[in-house]
């Protein structure tokens, strides 16, 4: 299995793109997203031409949406529309049930409810379901999507939020998503091959309790949604960049 971050800064970076990772996995390759952020498709397109690995909206194979702040889901009727219209076909959507009862009213409604289907005439009125195919995280079974098999575990954190654990080809890379500093995570995040760990000030997790972590873990773990300040040189953990390939 192959990552390229498209993201990785925080909500607030003025010098990287928001936390977003593409995964690669299975012949043919399948590709998915996990979260979505804006400028969806920028971020897709400067990552295909640093990495070389082919990243564009038609390989999209599914969204996994970890949670509903911006940062991470701001993307999502972008790309939701350019499915609609340009693909003629609805995005696949991996989702945790607490995270998707507010995505629609709560989220895309305002923007995606109602369509002119020529100019001026009468709007027709959308569902979620019209452009997205809604696949159910569960938090006690593995989920299937093309070759990968999500796991996912709610976080701390201020909205319904889900860490993942996603295994294709033998291989599990564990993904905390926002969240607090917790231990538990931490274990059910260490049993996979490659742990990427957010990092960030208030309720998110400081870089001291993960620098302190047995260095076997640290050794298989990398940094996400550091905030600009961040000291990457400094860091004893390595810290993810966007458009470079990293293997689990
Ligand atoms: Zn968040």
Redesign the pocket.
């Known amino acids: 299995m192959r990552i390229v971050p498209l993201g990785v800064g925080d909500?607030f970076s003025a010098l990287r793109y928001s936390t977003c990772l593409s995964l690669h996995a299975g012949d043919p390759e399948t590709m998915v997203l996990v979260d979505c952020p804006h400028p969806i498709q920028k971020m897709m397109r400067e990552a295909q031409i640093a990495s070389n690995v082919p990243i564009d909206p038609a390989r999209v194979a599914a969204v996994i949406l970890t949670?509903l702040?911006a940062?991470?889901c701001s993307g999502l009727e972008g790309l939701g529309y350019y499915v609609f219209f340009y693909l003629k076909r609805k995005l696949p959507l991996y989702i945790h049930p607490e995270v998707l009862a507010e995505l629609w009213h709560g989220h895309l409604a305002a923007g995606m409810t109602h369509l002119m289907p020529t100019p001026g005439a009468p709007t027709v009125t959308m569902k979620l379901e019209d452009y997205f195919e809604v696949h159910l995280l569960d938090e006690n079974t593995k989920v299937a999507c093309g070759p990968f098999s999500i796991e996912c575990r709610k976080t701390i954190?201020?909205?319904p939020?889900t860490a993942l654990r996603i295994t294709a080809e033998g291989r599990t890379l564990g993904h905390s998503?926002?969240t607090s500093f917790d231990e538990g995570l931490i274990d059910w995040l260490g049993e996979s091959n490659l742990v990427i760990h957010e990092t960030n000030y208030g309720v998110h997790t400081p870089y001291e309790k993960l620098a302190a972590l047995p260095a076997a873990l640290r050794e298989k773990m990398r940094l996400i949604h550091y905030p600009d300040d961040f000291d990457l040189a400094k860091s004893n953990i390595e810290p993810l960049h966007e458009g470079r390939v990293y293997t689990v």
Request: charged share 20%; aromatic share 0%; hydrophobic share 25%.
């Open positions: 909500a949670h702040h940062d991470h954190h201020h909205i939020t998503a926002d």
